[in-house]
């Protein structure tokens, strides 16, 4: 295991992408007009850090929702399948949605999701992600707000697991 991205670099960015974040909704008309909630869906489980640490630092109005999106359990190296099994719970018609994720790799999760979120009449969906491997990132979809640009390599920690484990790490490490 070799740390590729450490605790505090991880926190620093989080508040520099809240920051950034809190200054696109400030920026928004419909955000000044009506002071309405951004409603910040992560998908599960790979997420919950970076949510917890990140709404945290934002001081735009926010409600909480979650989606749970996995491939088939074990290893998770190779891509496999996507499934939604957990749809978010609260009305998302005409709201204003930020999507969030762990990693963009192939971008199968961010697109099956999003696409979700657009048949429930979202108004406006914007989307971030710790970590994105742009060797691999498709140009069909677009990440509105990234952490950090990695290489192509199989990260663990801050979410993300190795066969269900290693997710409680506060660094991003490489498994070698
Ligand atoms: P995508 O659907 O964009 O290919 O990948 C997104 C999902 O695949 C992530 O939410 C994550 O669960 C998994 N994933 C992609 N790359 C990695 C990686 O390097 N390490 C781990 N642990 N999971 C990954
Ligand atoms: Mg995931």
Redesign the pocket.
């Known amino acids: 295991m070799k740390t590729l991205i450490n605790e505090y670099r991880i926190q620093t960015r989080i508040s520099e992408m809240a920051e950034e974040i809190d200054g696109y909704y400030y920026g928004q008309d419909w955000y000044r007009h009506t002071n309405e909630p951004v409603i910040v869906i992560g998908?599960l489980s790979?997420a919950i850090f970076f949510m917890a640490d990140l709404v945290r630092q934002l001081s735009i109005r926010t409600k909480l929702d979650f989606i749970r999106a996995s491939s088939y359990p074990g290893e998770?190296i190779i891509?496999k399948e996507?499934k939604i099994t957990d749809a978010p719970i609260l009305p998302l018609r005409d709201a204003h949605v930020l999507l969030i994720?762990?990693?963009?790799?192939?971008?199968?999760?961010?697109r099956a999701t999003k696409e979700l979120l657009t048949w429930s009449s979202s108004k406006d969906i914007k989307t971030t992600v710790l970590l994105r491997?742009p060797d691999k990132a498709p140009s069909d979809i677009t990440i509105d707000f990234v952490g950090f640009d990695i290489p192509d390599?199989?990260?663990?920690g801050y979410g993300?697991?190795?066969d269900g484990e290693y997710r409680k790490l506060s660094y991003i490490a490489t498994l070698e």
């Open positions: 998908i790979g998770t891509a996507l994720d762990d990693i963009f790799d192939t971008g199968n999760t961010l491997k390599k199989f990260v663990i993300l697991d190795y």
